[in-house]
């Protein structure tokens, strides 16, 4: 397949993990939506932005997604989806989870992937190809206290992902997980809710390191390209062999 335009969307693109991919992806020659709720601080040439809120409801969700999707596909051709938008709410056990954030969580780390996948797989499967990639957790292969609402949501994205996977490979269409471990991001080690959570970590990684965001961005573009083709329905772990052991 010859895109003139190739445009990936990206889910999250102006966070850390976010802004790794975002740059990969243009050096490696991809126009990139950037569908975030915040802007980020300096755009690259290649990235557009628009605002969206993953965690409105369903309904007002859809709209928001089609409208983007009808502007993106007036001056390209959607190549793939990257979502790397996720939230993990508060730390804390299950008796103090609310409905509302339950809620919120799933919308914006599944519900928003269900709702794009669906508005673009018709145009994958007429192209004869596409991607599909989610930015899942360590917690998708494990399970970890205070963490029910997000662990839970991150094993719904692989069992989402390895379902696409195999009703829609026969279109040219794969569809993959990535799974990092702790990364250097104001997300990633929860310090400040967790006094020595840090150092915990450290002690269980093997590599005795965080991530840095780039390390999970250059997966990402792996599994974007054509010679990709022959992966799909996995779930890549980049933990430095946390879940390993």
């Excluded at 991919?21 to 050096?27: N, T």
């Excluded at 993953?54 to 709209?63: G, K, M, N, S």
């Excluded at 997300?187 to 967790?194: I, L």
Aim: charge should be negative; glycine fraction near 10%; proline fraction near 4%.
């Amino acid at each position: 397949m010859d895109l003139k335009e190739p445009i990936v969307l990206l889910t999250g693109g102006s966070g850390g993990i976010g802004r790794e991919i975002v740059r990969s992806l243009i050096l490696s020659g991809f126009s990139v939506w950037n569908l975030d709720m915040v802007r980020p601080e300096s755009p690259l040439l290649q990235e557009t932005y628009r605002e969206i809120n993953l965690a409105e409801t369903p309904f007002v969700l859809e709209r928001s997604i089609q409208k983007i999707l009808n502007e993106c596909q007036s001056v390209g051709e959607i190549y793939g989806i990257v979502h790397n938008a996720g939230f993990g709410g508060p730390y804390h056990p299950i008796t103090d989870v609310s409905i509302d954030e339950w809620q919120n969580i799933f919308r914006v780390n599944i519900d928003s992937l269900f709702l794009l996948s669906k508005e673009l797989l018709p145009n994958f499967k007429k192209n004869n190809f596409g991607r599909i990639i989610a930015i899942a957790s360590s917690l998708s292969l494990v399970g970890q206290s205070n963490s029910v609402t997000y662990s839970s949501s991150k094993h719904a994205l692989v069992g989402f992902i390895k379902s696409i996977a195999d009703e829609w490979g026969k279109f040219g269409i794969t569809a993959n997980c990535i799974s990092p471990g702790y990364v250097d991001t104001k997300m990633g080690v929860k310090e400040n809710e967790v006094p020595g959570h840090f150092d915990e970590i450290i002690q269980k990684t093997p590599v005795k390191r965080i991530a840095d965001p780039s390390e999970i961005a250059r997966v990402v573009n792996f599994l974007l390209q054509k010679e990709s083709g022959y992966i799909s329905g996995a779930n890549w772990t980049v933990d430095g062999g946390l879940t390993a052991v």
